[in-house]
């Protein structure tokens, strides 16, 4: 079935451009363009963040703090004043009502502006949140509607329902559209177009879960019925959210199951166990695998013997002895006469598994081989042979092993380190270089179970989640940027027991050469004034490889006891002896880029140190971000966090990963309905034989117009 061609042409009413709606001119259009609507089907999308209950006006007197309130009042005093701690000028205006008095403050006003708008005995609906400080009551910068001294209120909130009267719709806005144009845009096109969308999700499905149509759902979520509670609203509880979550979630699960189901028709490698490599490995080593490693060598096992490839994500936190099942698995490819290629994202990472791999590989008889882009053209021609005829049983190398040049003679097992700068298409190519090989795809940071099942719907995920004996938690101190001395003392304190340590500098790409400048200064400050008597070495991404490799050789051995690095130490550097880490300019690195660096301390017996240190000044969200990273070492708790703080469409770049951006779903606050959407898409194609049938082909056209071509939904069948 080739179903990329088949795109029908979708609904034209929600295709519309947006000036066609009364009250959006030319000035209007880029406006909302960026808010990233450019047609109705966008706008009809681009959901209330929150709502104003105006259903009624309350009395002054029963206002409630912290909430957002409207109500009427009469101005019984204006004026500017000085606040009495600050000293900092403030306009203030005293309003009541008969029930009671409340006081509205400016910080940031222009004094003609405010004293014109509110003379004395002028009335006006005023909106805000109440802030209580003692007996005192007041609203920072409340929004106001003027109104005649002789309004009607009760004729008043029935005659202009776009703005009284009601649970109001409360909109993102960007600059240059007051929430009131929101609302005189958004009303309209509601009422007109909603009607417009086509409601595919099977009829049996939506009545089973008791969910509302696309028109139903979008019209109760933008202007909310009467007897919705603002509190069900907010939370996002009511049926109209679950609709339109459950309507996306059901077909994003569509296509994972679709693709899922491709997956299994394809034939793979029936590996078989004669435990030539595996028992001897397991004698030589100097330790017992912690049991999550064996429990997930046992799922990965049960994938090899199948006779479909295995689609596999191994998700462990740093240290918690990846490479070592990895190894495992490639032992049982090489027992049954087929190849191993290792990819790893930096060269660095990459030569410390091809050692790691070597070490024991050698011991057990096996050719090794390490293939890296900047390689001498000889040596890479005979590699590149030695792999074709078989003769190397394990390679281990950079993006280089997926150019076109490599051959295998047969690769059974792909296997992709810290898969998250790693695309859908990478993976595609390495399982292109074989007859269906086995992936695994290993990742140190970690991703929320629900999101992973999100993501990588058609990879199976083994986690291990211990990690090996003897480790002790490394304690992270987050300084100031004018404290950096404390931060020394600590790392002096640790050379002298002759331990070795970590300064990391941020690479940023606008500012990558005075991020370089930044390190190699410090370099040389440590080396002339800190630190003298400990040798100091730098290391950034624009050293040429055999140099970096030198420096890192170095540091392994222990002559280099500090270095200064940019930030191409990030993953997998194993250097136990190594027990302090400083991260420079903290806040600029992301959090589970941080956990990454963190995790390259704390490796061996001894207590381990991370000390943050922060630029002068840096964004609230830097400041949460830091404060996890004292908080805790679990790297689940901690991607939990990063989620939280950044959302799931920053996390991992869904974009990269070919998923679609949602629109109104949030991966956290709606992982129930994704459950149940899951295995109704599952479901559902198992029932009309993967989506075959007559009664199933709405849903397959509306699957592909949302898909488009990010799924590779021609591989099916
Ligand atoms: P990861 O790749 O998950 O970050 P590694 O596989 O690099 O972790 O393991 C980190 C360190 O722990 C390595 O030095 C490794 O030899 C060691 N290690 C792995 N498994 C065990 C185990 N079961 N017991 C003790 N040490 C282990
Ligand atoms: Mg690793």
Redesign the pocket.
């Known amino acids: 079935m080739s179903v990329s061609k088949t795109i029908p042409a979708s609904p034209s009413e929600l295709d519309k451009k947006l000036d066609v709606l009364r009250g959006v001119g030319p000035r209007m259009v880029p406006k909302l363009q960026k808010l990233g609507l450019n047609n109705i089907e966008d706008a009809l999308y681009h959901l209330p963040s929150r709502y104003e209950d105006r259903r009624q006006l309350k009395p002054i007197s029963r206002l409630i703090s912290g909430q957002q309130e409207v109500f009427v009042g009469t101005v019984l005093a204006a004026g500017e004043s000085l606040t009495s701690r600050t000293r900092r000028k403030i306009f203030e205006v005293i309003v009541g009502d008969g029930s009671g008095k409340i006081s509205l403050k400016w910080f940031r006003y222009r004094k003609p502006w405010l004293q014109k708008r509110f003379p004395i005995d002028s009335k006006a609906i005023f909106i805000g949140e109440i802030k209580q400080f003692g007996s005192v009551r007041e609203i920072h910068h409340p929004d106001s509607e003027l109104i005649q001294a002789d309004t009607d209120l009760v004729q008043l909130l029935k005659s202009d329902p776009l703005n009284y009267g009601r649970i109001l719709p409360v909109y993102p806005l960007t600059e240059g559209l007051s929430q009131k144009q929101a609302r005189k845009i958004w009303y309209p096109l509601v009422e007109n177009y909603a009607d417009h969308v086509e409601t595919c999700l099977p009829a049996k499905i939506r009545e089973k879960h008791h969910l509302l149509t696309l028109p139903e759902a979008l019209t109760a979520i933008h202007w909310p019925p009467e007897t919705t509670g603002l509190a069900d609203l907010e939370d996002g509880r009511n049926v109209a959210r679950k609709s339109l979550v459950f309507d996306e979630f059901f077909f994003l699960e569509l296509g994972l199951a679709l693709k899922r189901a491709g997956v299994q028709l394809e034939e793979g490698i029936a590996f078989k166990f004669s435990h030539k490599f595996t028992i001897p490995l397991n004698k030589m080593?100097?330790?017992?695998?912690?049991e999550a490693?064996r429990r997930v060598l046992g799922e990965i096992k049960i994938d090899m013997m199948a006779a479909h490839p295995m689609h596999r994500l191994l998700q462990?936190?740093?240290?918690?002895?990846?490479?070592?099942?990895?190894m495992m698995a490639s032992l049982i490819a090489i027992e049954n006469k087929t190849q191993v290629a290792v990819v790893a994202p930096t060269e660095i990472l990459a030569e410390q598994h091809y050692q790691?791999f070597c070490l024991w590989f050698e011991k057990l008889g096996l050719k090794t081989g390490l293939l890296l882009g900047g390689m001498g053209v000889a040596a890479k021609r005979e590699l590149l042979e030695q792999i074709a005829t078989g003769e190397i049983d394990l390679v281990v190398g950079t993006h280089a092993i997926l150019q076109a040049g490599v051959e295998f003679k047969c690769l059974g097992l792909g296997i992709v380190?810290e898969q998250h700068r790693f695309g859908v298409k990478q993976r595609s190519i390495l399982k292109h270089k074989g007859k269906n090989p086995d992936i695994l795809v290993?990742t140190?940071t970690p991703i929320p179970r629900t999101l992973s099942m999100t993501l990588y719907g058609d990879l199976s995920v083994s986690v291990?989640d211990q990690l090996?004996?003897?480790r002790k938690p490394i304690t992270t101190e987050l300084y100031r940027a004018n404290q950096k001395q404390h931060a020394y003392i600590r790392i002096g304190k640790e050379l002298e027991q002759g331990r070795q340590a970590y300064v990391v500098y941020p690479l940023v790409e606008e500012s990558e050469k005075s991020d370089l400048q930044a390190a190699t200064i410090a370099a040389e400050t440590f080396a002339k004034e800190i630190f003298p008597q400990f040798s100091i070495g730098l290391l950034h991404g624009r050293m040429k490889s055999v140099e970096k490799d030198a420096v890192m050789e170095r540091f392994r051995q222990g002559e280099i006891q500090l270095l200064v690095s940019t930030t191409v130490i990030e993953v997998?550097v194993?250097v136990?002896n190594a027990t302090v880490m400083m991260i420079e300019h903290a806040d600029r690195f992301g959090l589970s880029q941080l956990h990454q660096l963190r995790?390259r301390v704390g490796?061996g017996a001894d207590k381990s140190y991370c000390l943050l240190i922060p630029s002068s000044h840096y964004s609230e969200d830097a400041r949460k971000r830091l404060q996890v990273m004292v908080n805790t070492n679990d790297g689940f708790k901690i991607a939990e966090a990063d989620l939280e703080i950044r959302g799931p469409g920053d996390f991992l770049g869904t974009r990269q990963a070919g998923l679609p951006d949602f629109r109104v779903a949030s991966i956290i606050k709606d992982i129930r309905i994704l459950d149940t959407a899951r295995q109704e898409a599952f479901a559902y194609v198992k029932q009309t034989n993967q989506l075959t049938t007559t009664a199933a082909q709405p849903v397959k056209e509306e699957l592909i117009r949302r898909w488009g071509g990010r799924l590779e939904l021609a591989a099916i069948g």
């Open positions: 080593l100097p330790f017992k695998l912690t490693q462990g936190d740093v240290g918690s002895g990846k490479t070592m099942v990895a790691n380190d290993m140190a291990i090996p004996p003897g997998g194993d136990p995790g490796r």
